[in-house]
């Protein structure tokens, strides 16, 4: 098998909070869009976030339930700063043991996002 692209499909309860949540605020950038119900947003490469609203699918909502979103960056300081000012719950900057440092932040559906880095590049822009 060769998986040539990924899209992970979030079903929200709260679909326009999400929405700006993860296109306004962590800046992803629109890939494919379905009337007002549907979006895909790049992470990178042909790695994508789709977001449905839960109201107008199949599919109801997990209220984040049994998902972790896991997402390497390479200024993990800046942005929990942004997060945090904006508003965002998020736990404090971590490492230890085998980890690299990380934080866990909640989307509005409650879905866990852990973002991680590499090290060494706290002094790069968003």
């Not at 929200?12 to 992803?28: V, W």
């Not at 997990?62 to 998902?67: E, Q, V």
Request: aromatic content about 12%; overall charge negative; hydrophobic content about 40%.
């Amino acid at each position: 098998m060769q998986i040539t692209a990924n899209s992970t499909i979030l079903y929200c309860a709260h679909y326009q909070d999400s929405l700006r949540f993860y296109h306004e605020l962590l800046e992803l950038p629109v890939s494919f869009k379905k009337d007002d119900w549907f979006i895909e947003l790049r992470i990178s490469g042909f790695a994508h976030l789709s977001l449905a609203d839960a109201a107008r699918c199949t599919i109801a909502p997990s209220g984040g339930a049994g998902l972790t979103l896991s997402w390497c960056v390479a200024a993990l300081e800046p942005l929990h700063h942004k997060l945090a000012s904006a508003g965002v719950r998020i736990t404090s900057i971590t490492s230890g043991g085998w980890r690299l440092p990380y934080f866990y932040a909640y989307d509005p559906e409650g879905t866990r996002i852990e973002f991680w880095s590499m090290g060494g590049n706290e002094d790069q822009s968003l």
